[in-house]
């Protein structure tokens, strides 16, 4: 009887505990998160942290030491590149070990296994676009060169001698917010972590959307609107006459090339795709001529998603055979973007056409073959697996064509730019040596090291910029091209012909260089490496002119150039598309019908500046996007119950037009009786706009600019508690300081040569640590709103003194 | 109230839970623990399964309060920015995490009181 009646509380006790262990949906076992002894309280950090390593490592085969600045950047120094590469990985693990993580689980479609079904969908697209089987080549490949293979061994053991010290208390709190254990590191994810800065800067695809517009509007359209030279441009490399002689082969443009069979395209509605366009990167370098200490300065910013953790960490390394310094990517060795004591360069992406779609014709509705140059092919099937949290397995099946995979065969609407039953070909898909690039980079002594250094790069392409202490300076718009005709890729190809694939690559030594020019300075920003004279075919569309003229335009007139000068250009705010478009807009807003008049008088006087905290910006924008939608109202198709939003015209085209004629048949509105010219459309864009501004904002005067784009720096798994507020700061879309909704300048570097060691600058909008309770999880974002930069510790020895080094470890 | 008993309570509570704050290192499966040791303070001190509860509740809640804000006062961001996410303010984070953490410890010593009793 005692024993019934004490079974129920001994019971009740057990439930409890045991319930609170355990994650109920997508709350986390709270006895654990809670417990101050083992959950989240664990990842209070000090205000001044002692950094825990260990004592020792066994895994070392020399001596080391690793000293740690203010900024808590490591400053990492061994005997050998071994050693130096396996405390590359401890050091970025214990910071951002959740970071690497969850980025190839992202990379590798295993996002579904933490968070459930609702990644299902994404986790199979990472999959079907084929990163896994890019990333397993590139091991594969990787593994036979001695010297990668050995970089990345000792990368993969460090980081795994870190995890092998965690139990749950010292998880990162990700970790215990999610409710997983974090898994050993292998090349694997190395791998997959720079296919997917692949994905990142290459995996965008304008062929679908071309080929909707040319079904539905017509090729005279296309050759109107989209053309395959912007009208205005200002190219990152100034023309080279020796483009004239090399007179390459160069593919025929095939009969047909006009592709565009969309009819099975399947989905219902689709739109264009809603990542942030135009954002890009800016690079930029003076040589000596125009520099106060007649030694050249270089600055990078790329600009990516802004996100806690950084996608960037601040690192030093030094051996024997390297001292270099700067930004490294979390779950890759070497640094990415910095300087030694004789180099600096930096990076932009050149977004060349590098992945494409191309029809696939079944043989019948079993689908095992396909048409391939007048015969039928057999497709291969690869079955995925994935582990659902909460339900269980899911068997995919993936038909691969020699093209590569198709990855929509369903209609399933993975992405918009993704049409149905198309194989892919991207040039991720194919094993590359990009670790090597940096490795040789990160040891460069001079002009001959880095073009070196350059042939092992492969994808994503990348404008490569260099300084040296020789006072050298260069760009290279560097990666492996493939050899097209002029458009290939433009539109939808067909998988049925070989004069459809690619048809070689552009040699190394053609890909787009410039050496100390003239004029002395290089800049890149995305925008076409060239212009029309370069023999070869890169893509039709590149960043458009903005935030390359401005930049131009600044560095034409920079002379006796410091550091500052460099960082003031990073912080330009000057809208030039509002330079070109305003004058031309408000010439048609008659004063008699619109609203808010004084706004006009306002805008009037408006440098063009995207100043934080002014409201012109704001009401140029609003405006103009709402006269951009009702003049191409004949974009958006309506078909039965299906509504097709296709790709509109670029601003610049879109007020060219109005330039040269208001009265154009694109400004007549086509659900009207009457005939519109841009007058009536400007009018009634303006109208919409002040009074959605004066609502939405309780007063127009309030729609100040910061407010209203709304940037935040966000949690990588979007927990708004570990996000930023609004950031206070200037800058916008297609403007140097390219500051957007969700993207901007992720890291600012600025560069001085000298005839001695280099004084660099930097600073990214986060911290260091990726653990939200550690003072240096966003200790640097201050700063970088400020438009500051951080003066970066490059130690020659763990010996050297400094007021910034807070604390050394000595293995 | 015994207060010896009371004070046996407490300072086996302080002593194990505390024990990793004097090692540097966190006790693992601090949750189970708690557990363990609420039964088997429950079973070894002979006083009535209410009055275990309430000793241990108190000792659990005073512990873990003390711990929570030696804690917060040393580095407070991660609290508030947990608290941020629950939605409520840090003070009533600790409080919950430290009435919780009573709560666990009463419980389990009631129930180690009550298999006292039967053994």
Known sequence: ???????????????????????LGETPPLGYLLNPYEGFLQQSEKKRPDVAMPKNFTGLKGKADIVFDDMMVPH?????????????????????????????RAASGRLSEIVGEKALLRDRYMRRIGMVIGAEKAVEELSKDTLANKIIAAYTNGVNAYIQTLGYQNYPIEFKLLNYEPEPWTPLKTALLLKY?????SGKSSDKELSDILQYLGNQVVQELFPDYPILMDPIHPQNPEWKTWNPTLPKVPAGYFYSDTSQLGTSIYEISTNEKNLGSNNFVVGGSRTLNGYPILAN????????????????????TVNVVGVSLPGAPNVIIGYNKNIAWGVTNVAPDIFDYYKITFKDASRKEYLYNGQWKPIQHKIDTFFVYGKGIFMDTVEITHLGPIVDSKGENFHPECPKDHALRWLAHDPSYELLTFYYLNRAQNLEDYRNALKYYSCPAQNFIFASKNKDIALTSNGKYPLKWKGQGKFTLDGSKPEHEWQGWIPFEHNPYTVNPLHDYLASANQFPTDTTYPYFLHWEFASFERGKRIHDRLKNMYQATVDSLRLLQLDTKNMFAEFALPILLNY??????????????????????????????LFTEWYQRFHDLVWDEFTIVKQKD??????????????????DSENPWFDLKNTPQKETARELLIQAWNDAVNHLNKKFKGIEK???????????THLAMIPAFSSDTLLHGGGTDIVNALGKTAGPSWRMVVQLTENIPQGYGVYPAGQSGNPGSKYYDNMLPIWLKGELVPILFLQSPNDKSKRILSKYSF | MNIVIFLYYLGCTFLIIMLGKFLNQPVPETHWLILFLGVIL?????VPRRQAFLYGFICGFSVALVYILSTYIQSPIMTQKMAKLFGIQPVGLILIMALLQGFLLGLAAFTGAWLRKIL
């Open chain 1, 1 to 23: 009887m005692k024993f019934a009646r004490f079974f129920p509380i001994f019971l009740l006790t057990f439930l409890v505990f045991w319930g609170l262990s355990l994650k």
């Open chain 1, 589 to 618: 807003l008659d004063e008699q019908a619109i609203q808010q008049k004084k706004w006009k008088y306002i805008l009037e006087r408006w440098n063009y500046f995207h100043e934080p905290e002014l409201v012109e910006p704001t």
């Open chain 1, 76 to 104: 990492i120094f061994a005997e050998n590149d071994e050693d130096l590469y396996f405390l590359q990985g401890y050091v970025t693990a214990y910071f951002r070990l959740w970071q690497m993580d969850m980025i190839t």
């Open chain 1, 643 to 660: 509504t097709i939003r296709l790709r509109t015209p670029e601003p610049v085209m879109t007020v060219a037009i109005l330039k040269k």
């Open chain 2, 42 to 46: 429950g079973i070894i001190f002979k």
């Open chain 1, 197 to 201: 800065m692949a994905y990142d800067l």
């Open chain 1, 703 to 713: 729609a100040l600019w910061y407010k209203y784009r709304g940037t935040k720096v």
């Open chain 1, 301 to 320: 910013d790329p600009h990516l998603k802004l996100n806690f953790p950084s996608i960037w960490f601040q690192i030093q390394l030094k051996s024997p």
